[in-house]
């Protein structure tokens, strides 16, 4: 079946630090992969996506590659900010079924 | 342009009353989208809608989940009877198409049985 795996959380890091989130997945078929974040009180949004292996996805100073060889898109930063503090959620989609396919999530708190 | 809206934001009813929780895609989308996320757990699919045809429903848990779209706009999911497990969040997404999966969720409405 298709599913993901993602980085126990919660995760605190002081600013400025280096953050990794793993995340591993299973899937029949060629998948697409995402990271969505949820800032509090807010829904999710789509933070960055890649739909075919070696692809990097990269948004708001975000990165992740896909790769199909070990199966991972892990999501690094170089810096994070008090302001990255949210849920991410990593996430696939199947070509020709239409739904994503989410991680647990991880809860990320960035402490100045 | 307004995002998806979801209403209520909270809602608290006990075992064995009934719901209805209601959706309000992005303008002009056609997919919509349900999903929950029971217990901090992973967000799991519920269901597809392509304007008011149910696309895809194979995520929906039991038969007192029941989600309409007369018209092709708003959606509404209704529990009934609700039991403790429907505890959780439940988002709604929209997408303009379904081929990309960019979908785009709102905020979500807690659902808190007793």
């Known amino acids: 079946g298709n599913s993901v795996t993602q980085m126990e959380g919660p995760v605190t890091l002081s600013e400025e630090a280096f953050l990794t989130i793993n995340c591993t997945y299973t899937?029949?078929?060629?998948?697409?992969l995402f990271w969505y974040v949820q800032y509090p009180g807010e829904g999710l949004q789509l933070l960055l996506k890649?739909?075919?292996?070696?692809d990097k996805g990269s948004n708001k100073g975000f990165e992740a590659t896909y790769r199909k060889e070990t199966t991972s898109f892990h999501l690094e930063k170089g810096s994070v900010q008090v302001s990255d503090s949210a849920v991410y959620f990593c996430?696939?989609?199947?070509?020709?079924?239409?739904?994503?396919?989410f991680g647990q999530g991880t809860r990320l708190t960035i402490n100045p | 342009e307004a995002g998806v809206t979801q209403f209520p934001s909270h809602s608290v009813i006990e075992k064995g009353q009934t719901v209805t929780l209601r959706c309000d895609p992005i303008?002009?989308?056609?997919?919509l989208y349900w999903y929950r996320r029971v217990m901090g757990k992973e967000i799991k699919f519920l269901l597809h809608?392509?304007?008011?045809?149910?696309?895809?429903e194979s995520g929906m848990p039991n038969n007192r989940f029941l989600a309409e779209r007369t018209g092709g706009t708003y959606s509404t999911l209704k529990v009934q009877p609700a039991e403790l497990e429907d505890s959780g969040v439940y988002f709604c997404?929209?997408?303009?198409?379904?081929?990309?999966?960019?979908?785009?969720f709102g905020p979500g409405t807690r659902l808190t049985v007793t």
């Open positions: 997404a929209s997408s303009q198409w379904a081929g990309n999966y960019e979908q785009y």
């Open positions: 899937a029949t078929g060629y998948p697409s």
């Open positions: 890649a739909t075919k292996a070696d």
């Open positions: 996430a696939l989609g199947i070509q020709g079924a239409q739904k994503l396919v």
């Open positions: 303008s002009g989308h056609d997919n």
């Open positions: 809608f392509v304007k008011e045809s149910k696309q895809d």
